[in-house]
Protein backbone atom coordinates (compact mmCIF):
# COMPACT_ATOMS: atom_id res chain seq x y z
CA UNK A 1 0.00 0.00 0.00
CA UNK A 2 1.55 3.34 -1.13
CA UNK A 3 2.01 5.81 2.11
CA UNK A 4 1.57 9.39 2.07
CA UNK A 5 3.93 11.19 2.94
CA UNK A 6 4.52 13.70 6.02
CA UNK A 7 4.92 16.60 4.14
CA UNK A 8 1.01 15.94 2.49
CA UNK A 9 -0.33 15.72 5.80
CA UNK A 10 1.29 18.70 7.43
CA UNK A 11 0.19 21.00 3.93
CA UNK A 12 -3.14 19.51 4.59
CA UNK A 13 -3.30 20.72 8.31
CA UNK A 14 -1.98 24.25 7.29
CA UNK A 15 -4.82 24.53 4.71
CA UNK A 16 -7.41 23.44 7.14
CA UNK A 17 -6.12 25.70 9.93
CA UNK A 18 -5.78 28.83 7.75
CA UNK A 19 -9.40 28.24 6.45
CA UNK A 20 -10.59 28.08 10.16
CA UNK A 21 -9.08 31.36 10.70
CA UNK A 22 -9.83 33.15 7.38
CA UNK A 23 -13.52 31.96 8.26
CA UNK A 24 -13.34 33.01 12.28
CA UNK A 25 -12.27 36.45 10.34
CA UNK A 26 -14.87 37.32 7.93
CA UNK A 27 -17.99 35.50 9.07
CA UNK A 28 -20.02 37.60 11.52
CA UNK A 29 -22.31 34.76 13.25
CA UNK A 30 -20.97 33.09 16.54
CA UNK A 31 -21.99 29.87 15.39
CA UNK A 32 -20.44 29.99 11.88
CA UNK A 33 -17.20 31.11 13.62
CA UNK A 34 -17.27 28.46 16.19
CA UNK A 35 -16.97 25.94 13.25
CA UNK A 36 -14.50 27.47 11.59
CA UNK A 37 -12.64 27.59 15.22
CA UNK A 38 -13.26 23.56 15.20
CA UNK A 39 -11.39 23.41 11.77
CA UNK A 40 -8.43 24.76 13.33
CA UNK A 41 -8.45 22.80 16.27
CA UNK A 42 -9.20 19.92 14.17
CA UNK A 43 -6.13 20.82 11.70
CA UNK A 44 -4.16 20.60 15.04
CA UNK A 45 -5.24 17.16 15.44
CA UNK A 46 -4.51 16.10 11.96
CA UNK A 47 -0.64 16.90 12.91
CA UNK A 48 -0.74 14.97 16.06
CA UNK A 49 -1.90 12.00 14.44
CA UNK A 50 0.77 11.84 11.19
CA UNK A 51 3.61 12.98 13.43
CA UNK A 52 1.93 10.13 15.70
CA UNK A 53 1.85 7.49 12.99
CA UNK A 54 5.35 9.10 11.18
CA UNK A 55 7.01 8.43 15.42
CA UNK A 56 5.48 5.08 15.66
CA UNK A 57 4.30 6.47 19.07
CA UNK A 58 1.32 6.52 20.42
CA UNK A 59 1.41 10.07 22.55
CA UNK A 60 -0.07 12.26 19.72
CA UNK A 61 -3.17 10.09 18.74
CA UNK A 62 -3.73 10.02 23.23
CA UNK A 63 -3.34 14.04 22.30
CA UNK A 64 -5.89 13.70 19.85
CA UNK A 65 -8.11 11.91 21.82
CA UNK A 66 -7.63 14.47 24.50
CA UNK A 67 -8.64 17.87 22.22
CA UNK A 68 -11.39 15.72 21.20
CA UNK A 69 -12.92 15.49 24.27
CA UNK A 70 -12.00 18.96 25.32
CA UNK A 71 -13.51 20.29 21.95
CA UNK A 72 -16.67 18.37 22.88
CA UNK A 73 -16.80 20.50 26.27
CA UNK A 74 -15.65 23.95 24.80
CA UNK A 75 -18.69 23.34 22.24
CA UNK A 76 -21.04 22.34 24.88
CA UNK A 77 -20.07 25.89 26.69
CA UNK A 78 -19.69 28.42 23.76
CA UNK A 79 -23.16 27.21 22.30
CA UNK A 80 -24.72 27.87 26.10
CA UNK A 81 -23.34 31.35 25.78
CA UNK A 82 -24.56 31.56 21.97
CA UNK A 83 -27.94 30.73 23.51
CA UNK A 84 -27.75 32.95 26.29
CA UNK A 85 -26.91 35.87 24.08
CA UNK A 86 -29.26 34.70 21.70
CA UNK A 87 -32.26 35.06 24.08
CA UNK A 88 -32.22 38.78 24.77
CA UNK A 89 -32.02 39.54 21.28
CA UNK A 90 -33.41 38.67 18.28
CA UNK A 91 -30.21 38.73 15.86
CA UNK A 92 -26.56 37.25 16.35
CA UNK A 93 -24.05 38.75 14.62
CA UNK A 94 -21.07 39.87 16.83
CA UNK A 95 -20.93 42.93 15.15
CA UNK A 96 -24.01 43.82 16.61
CA UNK A 97 -22.83 42.84 20.56
CA UNK A 98 -20.70 45.69 21.15
CA UNK A 99 -22.39 47.72 24.20
CA UNK A 100 -18.82 48.90 25.73
CA UNK A 101 -16.29 50.66 24.04
CA UNK A 102 -13.40 52.50 24.33
CA UNK B 1 2.47 -4.49 27.60
CA UNK B 2 0.38 -1.88 29.61
CA UNK B 3 2.17 0.09 31.98
CA UNK B 4 1.41 1.10 35.44
CA UNK B 5 1.79 4.27 36.71
CA UNK B 6 2.46 5.12 39.76
CA UNK B 7 0.25 7.71 41.64
CA UNK B 8 1.83 9.45 44.13
CA UNK B 9 -1.10 10.77 45.91
CA UNK B 10 0.53 12.94 48.08
CA UNK B 11 1.93 15.18 45.59
CA UNK B 12 -1.49 16.02 43.99
CA UNK B 13 -3.18 16.33 47.36
CA UNK B 14 -3.81 20.16 46.59
CA UNK B 15 -5.83 19.84 43.96
CA UNK B 16 -7.41 16.29 45.26
CA UNK B 17 -8.74 18.90 47.94
CA UNK B 18 -9.93 21.32 45.99
CA UNK B 19 -11.71 18.67 43.61
CA UNK B 20 -13.60 17.18 46.68
CA UNK B 21 -14.63 20.77 47.56
CA UNK B 22 -16.09 21.48 44.47
CA UNK B 23 -17.98 18.32 44.17
CA UNK B 24 -19.13 19.36 47.81
CA UNK B 25 -20.29 22.52 47.03
CA UNK B 26 -22.90 20.97 44.21
CA UNK B 27 -24.01 18.36 46.22
CA UNK B 28 -24.68 20.91 49.42
CA UNK B 29 -26.41 23.26 46.47
CA UNK B 30 -28.60 20.35 45.48
CA UNK B 31 -29.40 19.06 48.87
CA UNK B 32 -30.95 22.40 50.40
CA UNK B 33 -32.05 24.78 47.48
CA UNK B 34 -32.45 27.27 50.74
CA UNK B 35 -28.77 27.40 51.69
CA UNK B 36 -27.38 30.64 51.86
CA UNK B 37 -24.92 31.40 49.11
CA UNK B 38 -22.80 32.78 52.16
CA UNK B 39 -22.83 28.86 53.42
CA UNK B 40 -21.71 27.76 49.72
CA UNK B 41 -18.67 30.51 49.47
CA UNK B 42 -17.29 29.37 53.03
CA UNK B 43 -17.40 25.72 52.18
CA UNK B 44 -15.36 26.94 49.24
CA UNK B 45 -13.14 29.02 51.53
CA UNK B 46 -12.02 26.67 53.88
CA UNK B 47 -11.67 23.85 51.16
CA UNK B 48 -9.06 26.66 49.59
CA UNK B 49 -7.65 27.22 52.96
CA UNK B 50 -7.78 22.90 53.71
CA UNK B 51 -5.55 22.76 50.03
CA UNK B 52 -3.21 25.99 51.25
CA UNK B 53 -2.54 22.53 54.66
CA UNK B 54 -2.15 20.35 52.59
CA UNK B 55 0.88 21.96 50.43
CA UNK B 56 2.36 22.87 53.45
CA UNK B 57 4.59 19.65 53.40
CA UNK B 58 4.98 19.87 50.19
CA UNK B 59 7.39 22.66 50.36
CA UNK B 60 10.89 22.84 49.38
CA UNK B 61 10.62 19.16 48.03
CA UNK B 62 11.74 18.34 44.24
CA UNK B 63 8.60 15.55 43.64
CA UNK B 64 7.18 14.08 40.26
CA UNK B 65 4.19 12.05 39.47
CA UNK B 66 1.97 10.42 36.77
CA UNK B 67 4.89 9.81 35.30
CA UNK B 68 6.98 12.74 35.41
CA UNK B 69 3.78 14.66 34.08
CA UNK B 70 3.41 16.73 37.04
CA UNK B 71 5.73 18.10 39.23
CA UNK B 72 4.93 19.97 42.93
CA UNK B 73 8.62 21.69 43.34
CA UNK B 74 10.14 24.74 44.80
CA UNK B 75 8.98 26.14 40.82
CA UNK B 76 5.25 25.68 41.07
CA UNK B 77 4.59 26.03 44.79
CA UNK B 78 4.90 29.91 45.21
CA UNK B 79 2.37 30.08 41.94
CA UNK B 80 0.22 27.74 43.97
CA UNK B 81 -0.25 29.98 46.90
CA UNK B 82 -1.09 33.00 45.22
CA UNK B 83 -3.52 31.07 43.26
CA UNK B 84 -4.90 29.87 46.48
CA UNK B 85 -4.83 33.41 47.74
CA UNK B 86 -6.76 34.50 44.98
CA UNK B 87 -9.19 31.63 44.82
CA UNK B 88 -9.98 32.84 48.81
CA UNK B 89 -10.52 36.83 48.30
CA UNK B 90 -12.81 35.93 45.58
CA UNK B 91 -15.02 33.53 47.06
CA UNK B 92 -14.62 36.16 50.13
CA UNK B 93 -16.23 39.12 47.97
CA UNK B 94 -18.66 37.06 45.96
CA UNK B 95 -20.44 36.90 49.58
CA UNK B 96 -21.07 40.57 49.80
CA UNK B 97 -24.88 41.41 49.03
CA UNK B 98 -24.59 43.16 45.86
CA UNK B 99 -22.18 40.39 44.41
CA UNK B 100 -23.76 38.94 41.01
CA UNK B 101 -23.13 35.23 40.95
CA UNK B 102 -25.83 34.57 37.91
CA UNK B 103 -28.48 33.38 40.93
CA UNK B 104 -27.08 29.98 40.78
CA UNK B 105 -24.39 29.47 43.66
CA UNK B 106 -23.95 26.91 43.57
CA UNK B 107 -22.51 26.44 40.13
CA UNK B 108 -20.65 29.94 40.51
CA UNK B 109 -18.87 28.83 43.23
CA UNK B 110 -18.05 25.04 42.07
CA UNK B 111 -16.88 26.85 39.15
CA UNK B 112 -14.70 29.38 40.47
CA UNK B 113 -13.09 26.32 42.50
CA UNK B 114 -12.67 24.41 39.22
CA UNK B 115 -11.10 27.34 37.76
CA UNK B 116 -8.17 27.44 40.44
CA UNK B 117 -7.29 23.61 39.90
CA UNK B 118 -6.58 24.07 36.25
CA UNK B 119 -4.36 26.79 37.86
CA UNK B 120 -2.79 24.36 39.64
CA UNK B 121 -2.42 21.56 37.07
CA UNK B 122 -0.61 24.68 34.87
CA UNK B 123 1.94 25.14 37.39
CA UNK B 124 2.71 21.60 37.61
CA UNK B 125 2.60 20.82 33.81
CA UNK B 126 5.68 19.43 32.82
CA UNK B 127 4.50 17.96 29.31
CA UNK B 128 1.97 19.30 26.78
CA UNK B 129 -0.52 17.36 27.59
CA UNK B 130 -0.82 19.03 31.15
CA UNK B 131 -0.19 22.43 30.01
CA UNK B 132 -3.38 22.23 27.46
CA UNK B 133 -5.52 20.60 29.69
CA UNK B 134 -4.24 22.69 32.33
CA UNK B 135 -5.62 25.61 30.48
CA UNK B 136 -8.60 24.34 29.08
CA UNK B 137 -9.70 23.37 32.57
CA UNK B 138 -9.19 27.02 33.82
CA UNK B 139 -10.79 28.78 30.28
CA UNK B 140 -13.34 26.79 30.56
CA UNK B 141 -14.68 27.95 33.79
CA UNK B 142 -14.03 31.21 33.27
CA UNK B 143 -15.80 31.22 30.34
CA UNK B 144 -18.72 30.73 31.67
CA UNK B 145 -17.86 32.67 34.89
CA UNK B 146 -17.60 36.03 32.33
CA UNK B 147 -21.12 35.44 32.07
CA UNK B 148 -22.80 35.04 35.50
CA UNK B 149 -23.56 38.54 35.49
CA UNK B 150 -25.69 37.57 32.19
CA UNK B 151 -29.16 39.89 33.10
CA UNK B 152 -26.25 42.94 32.23
CA UNK B 153 -25.61 42.99 28.85
CA UNK B 154 -21.90 44.00 29.25
CA UNK B 155 -21.80 40.26 30.82
CA UNK B 156 -23.48 38.40 27.86
CA UNK B 157 -20.81 40.42 25.67
CA UNK B 158 -17.73 39.35 27.88
CA UNK B 159 -18.98 35.60 27.82
CA UNK B 160 -19.06 35.83 23.80
CA UNK B 161 -16.08 38.08 23.54
CA UNK B 162 -14.42 35.63 25.71
CA UNK B 163 -15.21 32.44 24.66
CA UNK B 164 -14.95 33.09 20.99
CA UNK B 165 -11.79 34.64 20.97
CA UNK B 166 -10.54 32.33 24.18
CA UNK B 167 -11.16 29.36 21.91
CA UNK B 168 -9.32 31.07 18.60
CA UNK B 169 -6.41 31.21 20.89
CA UNK B 170 -6.69 27.49 21.76
CA UNK B 171 -6.51 27.03 18.19
CA UNK B 172 -3.04 28.25 17.37
CA UNK B 173 -1.95 26.56 20.87
CA UNK B 174 -2.96 23.15 19.67
CA UNK B 175 -1.29 23.35 16.41
CA UNK B 176 1.57 25.02 17.84
CA UNK B 177 1.64 22.28 21.01
CA UNK B 178 1.42 19.17 17.27
CA UNK B 179 4.30 20.87 15.30
CA UNK B 180 6.38 20.87 18.68
CA UNK B 181 5.75 17.31 19.11
CA UNK B 182 6.51 16.75 15.55
CA UNK B 183 9.59 18.90 16.48
CA UNK B 184 11.00 17.17 19.39
CA UNK B 185 8.93 13.18 19.12
CA UNK B 186 7.89 13.50 22.42
CA UNK B 187 5.55 15.88 24.58
CA UNK B 188 7.54 16.43 27.09
CA UNK B 189 9.35 19.82 27.89
CA UNK B 190 12.78 17.90 28.92
CA UNK B 191 13.01 16.83 25.32
CA UNK B 192 11.93 20.16 23.79
CA UNK B 193 15.13 21.70 24.60
CA UNK B 194 17.13 19.41 22.54
CA UNK B 195 14.61 20.34 19.27
CA UNK B 196 15.26 24.09 20.75
CA UNK B 197 18.74 23.34 20.18
CA UNK B 198 19.00 21.84 17.14
CA UNK B 199 16.23 25.01 15.66
CA UNK B 200 14.37 23.84 12.27
CA UNK B 201 11.34 25.29 10.94
CA UNK B 202 9.06 23.17 12.65
CA UNK B 203 10.31 23.78 16.18
CA UNK B 204 9.91 27.96 15.31
CA UNK B 205 6.68 27.63 13.59
CA UNK B 206 5.27 25.56 16.68
CA UNK B 207 7.28 27.70 19.39
CA UNK B 208 5.32 30.74 17.51
CA UNK B 209 1.87 29.44 17.13
CA UNK B 210 2.62 28.63 21.18
CA UNK B 211 3.44 31.88 21.97
CA UNK B 212 0.56 33.10 20.42
CA UNK B 213 -2.07 31.09 22.54
CA UNK B 214 0.23 31.81 25.23
CA UNK B 215 0.31 35.64 24.76
CA UNK B 216 -3.80 35.71 24.20
CA UNK B 217 -4.30 34.85 27.66
CA UNK B 218 -2.02 36.45 29.08
CA UNK B 219 -3.64 39.82 27.90
CA UNK B 220 0.24 40.82 25.95
CA UNK B 221 -0.38 43.54 23.26
CA UNK B 222 -1.21 42.88 20.44
CA UNK B 223 -3.09 40.02 21.77
CA UNK B 224 -4.86 42.23 24.20
CA UNK B 225 -8.32 43.08 22.68
CA UNK B 226 -10.57 41.00 24.46
CA UNK B 227 -9.62 42.11 28.08
CA UNK B 228 -11.03 45.56 28.62
CA UNK B 229 -14.07 44.19 27.20
CA UNK B 230 -14.21 40.62 29.21
CA UNK B 231 -12.50 42.89 32.55
CA UNK B 232 -15.18 45.17 32.27
CA UNK B 233 -18.51 43.34 31.59
CA UNK B 234 -17.17 40.24 33.82
CA UNK B 235 -18.72 40.28 37.71
CA UNK B 236 -16.57 41.96 40.17
CA UNK B 237 -15.38 39.06 41.84
CA UNK B 238 -14.64 36.82 38.83
CA UNK B 239 -12.56 40.09 37.11
CA UNK B 240 -10.63 39.56 40.22
CA UNK B 241 -9.70 36.19 39.98
CA UNK B 242 -9.08 36.69 35.99
CA UNK B 243 -6.65 39.63 36.62
CA UNK B 244 -4.52 37.73 39.13
CA UNK B 245 -4.90 33.77 38.83
CA UNK B 246 -4.98 33.48 35.18
CA UNK B 247 -1.76 36.04 35.16
CA UNK B 248 -0.14 33.79 38.01
CA UNK B 249 -1.05 30.31 36.39
CA UNK B 250 0.24 31.34 32.50
CA UNK B 251 3.32 33.03 33.58
CA UNK B 252 4.02 29.54 35.63
CA UNK B 253 3.87 28.01 32.50
CA UNK B 254 6.00 30.59 30.89
CA UNK B 255 8.81 30.72 33.17
CA UNK B 256 8.84 26.82 33.07
CA UNK B 257 9.10 26.68 29.32
CA UNK B 258 11.44 29.57 29.38
CA UNK B 259 13.64 27.71 31.97
CA UNK B 260 13.50 24.36 30.61
CA UNK B 261 13.54 24.49 26.70
CA UNK B 262 15.49 27.92 26.28
CA UNK B 263 17.34 27.68 28.92
CA UNK B 264 21.16 27.15 27.17
CA UNK B 265 20.11 30.08 24.86
CA UNK B 266 17.68 32.73 25.56
CA UNK B 267 17.91 34.22 21.61
CA UNK B 268 14.63 32.68 20.13
CA UNK B 269 13.04 34.12 22.88
CA UNK B 270 13.10 38.13 21.01
CA UNK B 271 9.60 37.54 19.76
CA UNK B 272 8.13 37.58 23.88
CA UNK B 273 10.62 40.78 24.47
CA UNK B 274 8.70 42.43 21.48
CA UNK B 275 5.13 41.57 22.80
CA UNK B 276 6.60 42.89 26.60
CA UNK B 277 7.86 46.16 25.18
CA UNK B 278 4.15 46.72 22.94
CA UNK B 279 2.09 45.94 25.94
CA UNK B 280 4.03 48.29 28.58
CA UNK B 281 3.25 51.38 25.77
CA UNK B 282 -0.21 50.02 24.76
CA UNK B 283 -1.66 49.19 28.40
CA UNK B 284 -0.21 52.76 29.75
CA UNK B 285 -1.49 54.48 26.73
CA UNK B 286 -4.82 52.78 27.02
CA UNK B 287 -5.51 53.58 30.59
CA UNK B 288 -5.05 57.18 30.45
CA UNK B 289 -8.57 57.62 28.88
CA UNK B 290 -10.55 55.20 30.87
CA UNK B 291 -13.55 56.01 33.16
CA UNK B 292 -14.19 52.84 34.77
CA UNK B 293 -11.64 51.19 37.28
CA UNK B 294 -12.27 47.71 36.10
CA UNK B 295 -11.32 48.63 32.12
CA UNK B 296 -8.03 51.12 33.83
CA UNK B 297 -7.23 47.86 35.98
CA UNK B 298 -7.38 45.52 32.81
CA UNK B 299 -5.17 48.23 30.53
CA UNK B 300 -3.06 48.53 34.16
CA UNK B 301 -2.92 44.28 33.91
CA UNK B 302 -1.36 44.51 30.46
CA UNK B 303 0.96 47.10 31.10
CA UNK B 304 1.82 44.60 34.11
CA UNK B 305 1.70 41.93 32.22
CA UNK B 306 4.61 43.60 29.98
CA UNK B 307 6.56 44.09 33.10
CA UNK B 308 6.04 40.82 34.10
CA UNK B 309 7.93 39.08 31.19
CA UNK B 310 11.60 41.36 32.17
CA UNK B 311 11.85 38.73 35.17
CA UNK B 312 12.25 36.51 32.21
CA UNK B 313 14.60 38.69 30.68
CA UNK B 314 17.34 36.13 29.50
CA UNK B 315 16.64 33.51 31.51
CA UNK B 316 18.78 34.32 34.19
CA UNK B 317 19.77 33.31 37.57
CA UNK B 318 17.49 35.11 40.03
CA UNK B 319 14.53 35.51 37.35
CA UNK B 320 11.93 33.27 39.08
CA UNK B 321 12.50 34.56 42.38
CA UNK B 322 11.72 38.09 41.05
CA UNK B 323 8.81 36.51 38.77
CA UNK B 324 7.33 35.92 42.04
CA UNK B 325 7.89 38.36 43.97
CA UNK B 326 6.68 40.66 41.55
CA UNK B 327 3.70 38.08 40.72
CA UNK B 328 2.76 38.66 44.88
CA UNK B 329 3.02 42.30 44.64
CA UNK B 330 0.64 42.02 41.54
CA UNK B 331 -1.65 40.32 43.37
CA UNK B 332 -1.71 42.07 46.92
CA UNK B 333 -2.29 45.39 45.30
CA UNK B 334 -5.03 44.29 42.04
CA UNK B 335 -6.43 42.06 44.77
CA UNK B 336 -6.58 45.14 47.40
CA UNK B 337 -7.98 47.47 45.03
CA UNK B 338 -11.01 44.81 43.91
CA UNK B 339 -11.99 44.56 46.95
CA UNK B 340 -11.92 48.63 48.02
CA UNK B 341 -14.98 48.90 44.91
CA UNK B 342 -16.20 45.94 46.09
CA UNK B 343 -16.36 47.58 49.51
CA UNK B 344 -18.01 50.31 48.80
CA UNK B 345 -20.37 49.53 47.10
CA UNK B 346 -21.28 46.00 48.97
CA UNK B 347 -20.04 44.10 45.34
CA UNK B 348 -22.27 46.13 43.20
CA UNK B 349 -21.16 46.92 39.59
CA UNK B 350 -21.94 50.30 39.68
CA UNK B 351 -19.30 51.24 41.78
CA UNK B 352 -17.02 50.40 38.84
CA UNK B 353 -17.30 53.84 37.58
CA UNK B 354 -14.75 56.26 38.38
CA UNK B 355 -17.45 59.02 39.22
CA UNK B 356 -18.40 56.96 42.32
CA UNK B 357 -15.09 58.19 43.85
CA UNK B 358 -15.41 61.47 43.26
CA UNK B 359 -14.86 63.28 47.24
CA UNK B 360 -14.63 59.96 48.61
CA UNK B 361 -11.44 61.01 50.70
CA UNK B 362 -14.63 63.46 52.56
CA UNK B 363 -16.67 60.68 52.74
CA UNK B 364 -15.10 57.49 53.98
CA UNK B 365 -11.26 58.79 54.48
CA UNK B 366 -10.04 55.30 55.93
CA UNK B 367 -11.40 53.95 52.48
CA UNK B 368 -9.73 56.35 50.32
CA UNK B 369 -6.26 56.23 51.89
CA UNK B 370 -6.23 52.23 51.45
CA UNK B 371 -7.47 53.17 47.77
CA UNK B 372 -4.38 55.36 47.53
CA UNK B 373 -1.74 52.62 49.16
CA UNK B 374 -3.12 50.06 46.05
CA UNK B 375 -2.43 52.52 43.66
CA UNK B 376 0.64 54.05 44.74
CA UNK B 377 1.68 50.44 44.52
CA UNK B 378 0.68 50.18 41.24
CA UNK B 379 2.58 53.30 39.93
CA UNK B 380 5.89 51.89 42.03
CA UNK B 381 5.82 54.26 44.65
CA UNK B 382 8.85 53.65 47.44
CA UNK B 383 7.78 51.87 50.45
CA UNK B 384 5.00 50.00 48.19
CA UNK B 385 5.07 46.50 46.84
CA UNK B 386 5.23 47.54 43.72
CA UNK B 387 8.24 49.67 43.76
CA UNK B 388 10.36 47.10 45.28
CA UNK B 389 9.08 44.40 42.83
CA UNK B 390 9.94 47.29 39.62
CA UNK B 391 13.31 47.99 41.10
CA UNK B 392 13.75 43.98 41.13
CA UNK B 393 12.74 43.40 37.71
CA UNK B 394 15.13 46.30 36.22
CA UNK B 395 18.14 44.74 37.95
CA UNK B 396 17.12 41.46 35.88
CA UNK B 397 16.17 42.80 32.80
CA UNK B 398 19.83 45.06 32.95
CA UNK B 399 22.17 41.99 32.72
CA UNK B 400 20.64 40.61 30.08
CA UNK B 401 22.04 42.51 26.69
CA UNK B 402 20.70 44.89 24.66
CA UNK B 403 16.68 43.70 24.53
CA UNK B 404 16.73 43.32 28.31
CA UNK B 405 17.95 47.12 28.69
CA UNK B 406 15.31 48.17 26.02
CA UNK B 407 12.88 46.29 28.04
CA UNK B 408 13.71 48.37 31.18
CA UNK B 409 14.04 51.57 29.55
CA UNK B 410 10.39 50.62 27.93
CA UNK B 411 9.21 49.84 31.91
CA UNK B 412 10.79 52.97 32.53
CA UNK B 413 9.00 55.52 30.39
CA UNK B 414 5.58 53.33 31.16
CA UNK B 415 5.94 53.76 34.80
CA UNK B 416 6.21 57.69 34.07
CA UNK B 417 3.03 57.36 31.52
CA UNK B 418 1.15 55.49 34.40
CA UNK B 419 1.73 58.15 37.02
CA UNK B 420 -0.42 60.11 35.25
CA UNK B 421 -3.14 57.34 35.18
CA UNK B 422 -2.62 56.22 38.96
CA UNK B 423 -2.66 60.03 40.05
CA UNK B 424 -5.77 60.53 38.02
CA UNK B 425 -7.82 57.92 40.54
CA UNK B 426 -6.51 59.68 43.28
CA UNK B 427 -7.39 62.93 42.19
CA UNK B 428 -11.04 62.01 41.72
CA UNK B 429 -11.11 61.27 45.50
CA UNK B 430 -10.20 64.39 46.78
CA UNK B 431 -12.30 66.34 43.93
CA UNK B 432 -15.31 67.58 45.34
CA UNK B 433 -18.02 65.42 45.06
CA UNK B 434 -21.07 66.18 42.52
CA UNK B 435 -25.11 66.05 43.80
CA UNK B 436 -25.35 63.18 42.35
CA UNK B 437 -22.63 60.71 43.38
CA UNK B 438 -23.53 57.28 43.95
CA UNK B 439 -23.97 56.64 47.99
CA UNK B 440 -20.89 54.76 48.88
CA UNK B 441 -21.28 53.68 52.12
CA UNK B 442 -20.94 49.69 52.06
CA UNK B 443 -18.96 48.65 54.95
CA UNK B 444 -19.66 44.95 54.94
CA UNK B 445 -16.66 42.85 57.50
CA UNK B 446 -15.97 39.98 54.85
CA UNK B 447 -14.64 43.11 52.15
CA UNK B 448 -12.68 44.73 54.75
CA UNK B 449 -10.69 41.61 55.07
CA UNK B 450 -9.72 41.52 51.60
CA UNK B 451 -8.77 45.23 51.94
CA UNK B 452 -6.92 44.65 54.73
CA UNK B 453 -5.13 41.34 53.32
CA UNK B 454 -4.44 43.12 50.41
CA UNK B 455 -2.99 46.52 52.05
CA UNK B 456 -0.86 44.54 54.89
CA UNK B 457 0.51 42.32 51.63
CA UNK B 458 1.41 45.78 49.90
CA UNK B 459 2.89 47.29 53.00
CA UNK B 460 4.83 44.38 53.88
CA UNK B 461 6.35 43.39 51.02
CA UNK B 462 7.24 47.13 50.47
CA UNK B 463 9.05 48.10 53.32
CA UNK B 464 10.35 44.12 54.59
CA UNK B 465 10.91 42.71 51.31
CA UNK B 466 13.51 39.90 52.60
CA UNK B 467 10.21 38.38 54.52
CA UNK B 468 9.51 36.64 51.12
CA UNK B 469 12.65 37.56 48.53
CA UNK B 470 14.43 35.07 51.80
CA UNK B 471 12.37 32.33 50.69
CA UNK B 472 12.40 32.32 46.86
Avoid at chain 2, 134 to 144: F, I, K, N, R, T
Avoid at chain 2, 241 to 256: G, Q, S, T, Y
Wanted: neutral net charge; charged residues 10%.
Amino acid sequence: MPQVPLADYLILATVLFVIGLVGFLVRRNPITMLMAIELMWNAGNLVFAAFARNFGDMTGQVFVFIVITVAAAEAAISLAIVVMVFRHREDVDVDDISVMRG
Amino acid sequence: MIQSVAIDWNVIAPVVVLVATGLLVLVVDLLSRSAPRQLLYGIGIVGSLAAFAAMLPLRGQELTTFGGAFASDSFSWPFDVLLLLTLTISLALSCLGKAEDGANPGAYAALLIFCTIGGLILAGATTLIGIFLGLEELSLALYVLAGTGYPRRSSQEAALKYVLLGSLASGFLIFGMALLYGSAGSISLAAMSHAAYAGGPLFIGGFALFLVGVAFKLALAPFHLWTPDVYEGSPLAVTAFMAVAVKAAMFAVLARFAYVVFGHDASALVPLWILAILSMIVGNVGAIRQTNLKRLLAFSGIAQAGYLVLALAGVGRGGVATLVFYLAAYAFMNLGAFAVIALIGNGDELHADLSAYRGLAFRRPMVAALMMLFFLSLAGIPATAGFIGKVLLLGQAMGAGPWGVAMAVALIVGTLVSFYVYFQVIWQMFAPADAEAVASDGNAAVSWVAVAAGAVGVLLLGIVPQLLLAHL
